[in-house]
């Protein structure tokens, strides 16, 4: 406890003094009210920024990398829409919730797509049973459309279309019907995989939907007018999106820089109005008090496969033993200070100490801190002894691991990092392998990997974001973890009404994550970037597109 109450300590100071964009609410849920200022009257407004990768899944039934919610993000929209943490009305004016919580009702407002078609409540239940189609084989399937009443028999094929709990009553009235009810719902709705496809274009351009440009059609407040692959996306103000007057920037120019320094250079020279800083080049931006940090909620760790045991090295890596030993190899107060560097904390659980419970932090409301801050050698070395003669054979053995990350410079000092902990404490050999980012989530898909180093982002505010990953046969729960007693805790939380229950049953879930550890807790992310000062309304997003930049201007 000594220690949980030092870490909470360490955060809370951290938060007070770095400077960083807080979440503070800039726009009312109800009134969606125009920010201040106004943008030049008599040239088109440009944002000049970058993305750091391709977007490699620009369907989002099918999506799930940050990259493709953040451009998705600007060019879709939702029944609801996520705004600096409030609910806002979306593609739904309105809507009225039972009294049991179970059935939402939504009335659309008048909207067009893109290309001037009337958006439709159709267009969201055909987008609803797309997701929960298996053909589909869309990452969030499991995780947020089986939260509709006979999403997982649909997607089982165990019922008919007719059966799952979502209508449309007419052009501009859908109906939803939960399992359970489920109070984050409408911050589900606001995210990518509710957002909606059409069906005459999907059907139209099949495998190539959503891959150029010119495969798509937009509800949103900007449209993809640009795509040059691995060069740059443009977007443009969607003059046909309903809110388009308080959208005060024409394009959005987003080069594709995967080196954070040459981004920041940019930045530097006036190229580009915001950029990440690199983990060794933040104390110049402090020190020119240039820096904002931002607590992401990212928890970064490493995830083994547990799927094919003839490329899982005879078993070892489904051994909990060697398991543990690698977690209790990794120093994470060391990894955090000097190699995450920008605001990171050393992660001694899995779901990070930002994310909200009932009335107080989820993990101010269940403490628990069975991780540690510092490599124990004695501890890792026992382990690996158990897993050794469980497995008959002897260190020396081992085959050599490859390390599965993306190709940016760093990851690859990340896992130089972890490779060098793992040698020099366990004698554990490992190669380090980067490819492009859709080259890796292809890898993770394929269960082509060994031990890959990997992050999770929260897609809404609330612990079931992080730990509903793992429940058996989640398409996003890439190492194919699979415990019996972990899918029945989290399966409880999600079918009682009774949020203090819910909470304790999803501490219990991830204290059986800690003690099987399908993946080792590493960090927790912290964003740290600089900003021009000519940017308004740049709001940065625990949750969604990060930045959200719909209302951001240039004074």
């Known amino acids: 406890m000594k220690r949980k109450t030092l870490l909470l300590v360490v955060y809370m100071l951290l938060i007070i003094s770095l400077v960083f964009t807080a979440c503070s609410p800039k726009v009312s849920p109800t009134d969606n009210a125009q920010p201040e200022g106004q943008g030049p009257a008599d040239e088109k407004m440009v944002l000049n920024l970058s993305l750091d990768a391709e977007p490699p899944q620009m369907d989002p039934q099918k999506g799930s990398d940050l990259t493709s919610i953040f451009v998705l993000g600007h060019t879709l929209e939702g029944l609801t829409r996520v705004y600096d943490g409030k609910i806002q009305p979306g593609m739904a004016e309105s809507w009225e919730v039972s009294s049991d919580g179970i059935t939402y009702t939504f009335h659309l407002r008048d909207a067009k797509w893109s290309d001037g078609t009337v958006v439709k409540a159709q267009d969201f239940e055909y987008s609803i049973i797309r997701l929960l189609d298996p053909n589909t084989a869309g990452a969030y399937s499991e995780i947020m459309g089986f939260l509709i009443k006979n999403g997982e028999k649909f997607y089982k094929n165990e019922v008919e279309k007719a059966e799952v709990g979502v209508k449309a009553i007419d052009e501009k009235t859908l109906e939803i019907q939960l399992e359970a009810p489920t109070g984050y719902f409408l911050r589900v709705l606001g995210f990518l995989p509710y957002w909606p496809s059409r069906k005459d274009i999907v059907e139209k351009y099949g495998e190539e939907f959503s891959s150029g ?107 909990k033993n060697f398991r543990k030993a690698i977690s209790y190899a990794i120093n994470r107060e060391d990894f955090a200070k000097s190699v995450a560097k920008n605001g990171a904390l050393p992660a001694t659980r899995y779901v990070p100490p930002i994310i909200a419970g009932v009335s107080d932090k989820y993990t101010a409301e269940s403490p628990y801190d069975p991780l540690p801050l510092k490599a124990d050698e004695a501890k890792a070395k026992e382990y690996l002894g158990l897993a050794l003669k469980e497995l008959n054979t002897t260190v020396e053995k081992l085959p050599t691991f ?154």
Request: glycine letters at 6%; hydrophobic letters at 40%; a negative charge.
């Open 213 to 319: 440009a010119d495969k798509m059609v937009y509800n949103g407040p900007f449209v993809v007018q640009e795509w040059k692959h691995e060069e740059k996306i443009v977007l443009a103000k969607n003059e046909n999106y309903w809110d388009k007057d308080k959208v005060k920037a024409d394009l959005i120019d987003l080069v594709i820089i995967p080196d954070p320094k040459t981004a920041i250079s940019l930045y530097d020279t006036g190229e580009l109005l915001s950029a990440s800083i690199p983990s060794d080049m933040s104390e110049i931006y402090i020190q020119k008090g240039e820096a904002k940090f931002m607590p992401n909620g990212g928890a970064y760790y490493l995830s083994f496969n547990f799927n094919n045991k003839d490329k899982n090295m005879f078993g070892i890596l489904n051994n």
């Open 402 to 555: 490859k390390l599965l990350t993306r190709d940016d410079a760093i990851r690859r000092t990340h896992m130089e990092a972890v490779q060098d902990m793992l040698s020099k404490t366990l004698g554990v050999r490992t190669e380090i392998v980067q490819v492009p980012k859709k080259q890796y989530f292809q890898l993770l898909d394929d269960g082509d990997f060994d031990i890959a180093y990997g992050n999770w982002f929260p897609d809404y505010d609330d612990a079931m974001t992080y730990i509903d990953v793992y429940l058996t046969g989640n398409g996003v729960n890439r190492g194919r973890f699979s415990n019996t007693a972990f899918d029945d805790m989290v399966k409880a939380a999600k079918s009682t009404p009774d949020l203090k229950l819910r909470g304790e049953k999803l501490f219990e879930a991830e204290k059986i994550l800690l003690d099987e550890l399908p993946i080792v807790p590493i960090f927790w992310g912290c964003n740290a970037y600089v900003q021009s000062d000519k940017l308004v309304n740049y709001v940065r997003s625990l949750v969604g597109a990060d930045p959200d930049l719909i209302y951001t201007y240039i004074k």
